[in-house]
């Protein structure tokens, strides 16, 4: 099967800190990649630069065979993000930053409507619809968030952190729709520190400490570490002690 | 450390924390082009000023008293516009800048905290001053004596004016915790705004203040004007300002201390849940009709900044309209000269260049597009930025308009008409898209080159034809 995203060789320095230093992955349709790894490894430069926000210094980054540059819209178009910090229009509703996210990513209003009231009502935000963004929680900023990355049901979809805030329904909510985007032959890309969220729902786990890839893991090891009695913690913690 | 949990005398360690941030935000400044261009813009905006200045001077053989009052006047309209400016720039210099809410959370002592923003409030005026001296120095060709007088009332307003900003502020603040009244109810009247009605009206309130310490310190200053003339008055006057300002500044730290950390509390409170929310939401707004000329994605972009832009900021657009209505009146009513009502004009709209970069510092500012919203809506910048530039220039249209209109009525001379929509409409774009470069070298976003060398030359040429 073709991946949808592949990572070449990929470095980035900030100044003297070299934030990835030559990672290379791949992501292909139906796979949830699972990055992991300490404060300040790099998980989320990683996603800055498939999404196109950063630049790398050394390396391609390619989404469907199209290689992501600054210019490069077609690239751009495939991919949903949705960063670790929230931000949204804050005197918008949820409707009219919905529509927004829609005509951007080239739905008709009409179809975007029936979109957006669909994912509305998938994260339970239908009810708060007519709301301004700023009046919303932590928890509601991150759903309606994660329904402007869906909205234009992105072949690539990047979650920076994005089950962070969320109450156990949710959670359960969110998990479960990213399962189901991935199920439509589309991959995901999610950052997390909840390892045990992140054990159950990736078919991929990736480790990254100091800007390196220091090791995966793909379904049939995940479920080789269970047999052994040992979680995704056990395995990070070991890991990790072993890399420093 | 004291019993409330608050520690005294700590304003210099606010000084050293605003230097340190200057300093580091000069160091990250200083690795691009900006401060390159920073001294030879400053000199060309100073000279603009002087010429503006010298274009608006009455002719130097009037009779003495003709020329007097044409001074007069002159010097009354120039310290109108900085009161005006004051007045809302004292606002958001106590209540909305970074400088007032990054401290807020700390345990400053309020003594420290008014310190801190005391000096912001004369930092922050600080080039009104320099733009008024520049534009008055011209008055050393007509009038030697003249520029003495004016310049004196100038710093005395200028000196008088914050000080009563942040004493009017801070009572409206105060009156925030009072809850509503019958009189907040009556001055809130179709806006729903009851317990926040007076902070409504402070800038107004410290306009006001201004304006009439002008009047009167034109009066005190006059004799002045004459060689054999009495200094008495002017001196009452200048003792009057600065026991006004000590009054100001005394009873402001004593609210200060008794209430401002209530006053923010309450603040953040009024601008969470805004005033309109106890109606329904206003969805259709002012300039919302040309976005259905436009299609995706820069229909859906200019929409939802129009709105949010809007939402937050409703009196802006209570400016204009009056900006525009005085502009259109003091074009029918003048007296002036038709060549120098022609140079006063284009003076008017170079100054309403500013009216396009409030919202356009707006639009792009932390509160309506907090960094990062780029990276989850990725909206493609040439849309963005025409989205903006084009949201800036509804604010600053209706002015451009009422002033060509304005004077086309008094003059009827379409060249000149002509000559003023071009130059207001010039003027509003060259000023929008350098800041947005400014801002976009900063951030690293910016229009292709294509579309930037197109919208600049547009603006340019506009602004030349005029001139």
């Known amino acids: 099967m073709t991946p949808l995203l592949e990572v070449l060789d990929v470095t980035k320095r900030f100044g003297r800190l070299k934030a990835l230093d030559g990672i290379s992955f791949q992501a292909r349709p139906g796979e949830i990649v699972g990055l992991i790894g300490p404060n300040g490894a790099g998980k989320s430069t990683a996603q800055a630069i498939i999404c196109g926000e950063l630049l790398a210094d050394r390396g391609r980054v390619r989404i469907a065979g199209s290689e992501v540059s600054a210019a490069n819209m077609k690239a751009h178009r495939q991919v949903g993000h949705v960063p670790q910090r929230i931000v949204l229009f804050p005197f918008l509703t949820a409707n009219e930053i919905l529509a927004l996210a829609a005509e951007l990513s080239g739905l008709t209003p009409a179809a975007g409507r029936e979109r957006a009231a669909k994912l509305l009502d998938a994260l339970e935000l239908s009810e708060h619809s007519d709301r301004l963004a700023r009046e919303y ?55 997390s520190h909840l390892l045990w969220t992140m054990e159950r729902l990736c078919t991929k786990i990736l480790l990254l400490h100091q800007g390196r890839l220091v090791d995966s893991l793909d379904r049939d090891a995940l479920n080789g570490l269970r047999t052994e009695g040992r979680t995704l913690e056990d395995y990070y913690l070991t890991t990790l002690k072993s890399a420093r | 450390m004291r019993g409330d949990g608050e520690r005294r005398g700590m304003w210099r360690v606010i000084v050293r924390l605003r230097a340190l941030e200057r300093k580091n935000r000069l160091r990250v400044a200083g690795r691009g082009l900006l401060p390159w261009l920073l001294v030879p813009g400053l000199g060309g905006l100073g000279a603009a000023l002087f010429m503006l200045g010298q274009t608006t001077l009455p002719p130097a053989d009037l009779p003495p008293e003709a020329l007097a009052e044409a001074l007069a006047e002159r010097g009354y309209l120039l310290r109108a516009a900085m009161c005006f400016l004051i007045g809302a720039g004292s606002f958001e210099v106590l209540y909305r800048a970074r400088g007032a809410t990054n401290l807020a959370a700390l345990p400053f002592d309020s003594r420290s905290l008014f310190i801190d923003r005391l000096g912001a409030l004369y930092l922050a005026h600080l080039p009104l001053l320099a733009a008024l001296a520049l534009l008055q120095a011209p008055l050393i060709e ?221 639009l792009t500012g932390r509160e309506l597009s907090p960094p990062g919203c780029d990276a989850l809506f990725r909206p493609p910048a040439a849309a963005l930025t025409t989205a903006r530039v084009l949201i800036a220039l509804t604010h600053q249209l209706p002015i451009t308009i009422s002033v060509a209109a304005g004077y086309g009525i008094k003059t009827a001379q379409p060249v000149g008409v002509l000559l003023l929509l071009m130059i207001g409409v010039g003027a509003g774009l060259l000023a929008s898209l350098l800041y947005l470069w400014i801002r976009g070298r900063r951030s690293g976003a910016w229009l292709p080159w294509a579309n930037r060398g197109a919208w600049l030359l547009v603006a340019l040429t506009l602004v030349l034809i005029g001139s």
């Open chain 2, 142 to 362: 007509v009038a030697p004596r003249a520029l003495a007088v004016e310049f004196a009332i100038d710093s005395l307003v200028w000196l008088l004016t914050p000080a009563a900003g942040l004493w009017l502020h801070t009572l409206a603040g105060v009156s925030l915790l009072r809850g509503t009244s019958l009189i907040k109810e009556f001055f809130g009247a179709g806006m729903r705004v009851d317990s926040a009605a007076l902070m409504l009206y402070s800038p107004a309130a410290v306009f006001a203040v201004g304006l009439s310490a002008a009047i009167l310190l034109a009066q005190a200053f006059r004799p002045l004007l004459s060689s054999s003339g009495q200094a008495g008055p002017a001196l009452v006057g200048t003792l009057l300002v600065f026991t006004a300002i000590a009054g100001f500044v005394l009873h402001s730290a004593a609210l200060f201390k008794r209430s401002w950390r209530a006053i923010r509390a309450r603040f953040r409170e009024a601008e969470m849940l805004p005033p309109w929310r106890e109606g329904p939401l206003p969805v259709r707004v002012y300039a919302q009709s040309p976005a259905r000329l436009f299609s995706p994605p820069l229909r859906g972009l200019y929409l939802a900044m129009l709105l949010n832009l809007r939402r937050r900021h409703r009196l802006d657009l209570m400016f204009t309209v009056l900006a525009s209505g005085a502009l259109f009146w003091f074009n029918l009513a003048t007296t002036l000269p038709l060549d120098a009502l022609l140079a006063w004009n284009a003076m008017l709209l170079l100054l309403a260049v500013a009216v396009v970069l409030t919202p356009i510092y707006r």
């Open chain 1, 137 to 191: 929680s932590e928890g509601m900023a991150r759903k309606l968030a994660i329904a402007v990355a869906l909205v234009g049901a992105p072949p690539l979809l990047l979650l920076d952190e994005s089950l962070n805030g969320l109450d156990p329904q949710s959670s359960a909510t969110v998990q479960r729709m990213i399962e189901d985007h991935a199920a439509q032959g589309n991959a995901v890309i999610l950052t």
